[in-house]
């Protein structure tokens, strides 16, 4: 009688070759890892192939999506000649209509602003002009402010409500600038012209926004100390003249 062969017992544990594939998943994980933490975009090449489609004419309203540095400037559109070999470049201007429009809301503003200057017997301390800046307001120091402060005196305020709610109507931008004498100042809060300057224009600004409820992204503050005085410092009226605040509302059409 032939005895019977036992079977041969398998192993313990897992098969050889589960060994070298797991060393090979896991080589291969190891180097899309590696991949993954190398790579990166390449912000100039992105800027550059974005910025190649605003270029085009059929994306004139939405050009990229990427926000410009200038939000307020409008990009420029490559035209095509047929007749030449090398692209054209043209920076679309305001239109006619659009610009007869802004002159004429600017006028009319001016207008009311000398009308109530004339009705309340401000003109001798207030000047209202248009320039190509736009409509220009230049206050005098003692219109606004008590000597060496910042803070809009109460005296003021009727005025400024009135150039407030003439900005409620129009969208322009308002650029507001502070000038000194080049008398020096040395305070705690003012340690020179400078600070001075700055601190009287963002005064009017901060007045005109809390009191109208305007966007404060529509103003600039700009302090300019007395680098820029329209009279030579060497009487009292013309210390007096440089001691002032000018608000312009900007002209759409003109550029800085």
Excluded: C
């Excluded at 019977?4 to 398998?10: F, G, H, I, M, T």
């Excluded at 095509?80 to 920076?91: G, H, L, P, S």
């Excluded at 503003?109 to 190509?132: C, F, G, H, P």
């Excluded at 302090?223 to 007096?240: F, K, S």
């Amino acid at each position: 009688m032939k005895r019977r062969r036992k079977p041969p017992v398998p192993p313990a544990g897992a098969p050889k070759w589960m060994v070298t594939f797991s060393d090979l998943i896991t080589l291969i994980l190891v180097f899309f890892i590696l991949l993954f933490s190398m790579s990166q975009i390449d912000i100039v090449k992105f800027r550059a192939i974005a910025e190649s489609f605003q270029q085009r004419q059929i994306l004139e309203f939405y050009p990229s999506v990427i926000p410009f540095e200038n939000p307020s400037s409008e990009p420029e559109i490559e035209m095509e000649d047929d007749n030449k070999d090398t692209d054209q470049k043209v920076t679309r201007e305001p239109r006619p209509q659009i610009r007869e429009e802004s002159n004429a809301e600017l006028n009319q503003l001016l207008s009311e602003i000398q009308t109530y200057l004339k009705d309340n017997k401000l003109s001798d301390v207030v000047v209202a002009t248009r320039t190509e800046r736009g409509v220009v307001l230049v206050l005098q120091e003692q219109t606004l402010f008590a000597s060496g402060e910042a803070t809009v005196l109460k005296s003021a305020y009727p005025f400024l409500n009135k150039v407030g709610d003439l900005l409620t109507r129009i969208p322009n931008f308002v650029k507001v600038e502070g000038h000194t004498d080049n008398r020096p100042i040395n305070t705690y809060r003012f340690p020179s012209n400078w600070e001075l300057s700055s601190a009287r224009a963002s005064s009017v600004i901060r007045y005109l926004v809390q009191s109208e409820n305007l966007d404060g992204k529509r103003f600039m503050a700009v302090g300019y100390g007395d680098t820029r005085p329209i009279a030579p410092n060497d009487t009292l009226d013309n210390l007096q003249k440089n001691r002032r605040v000018e608000v312009i509302i900007s002209d759409p059409s003109f550029q800085e």
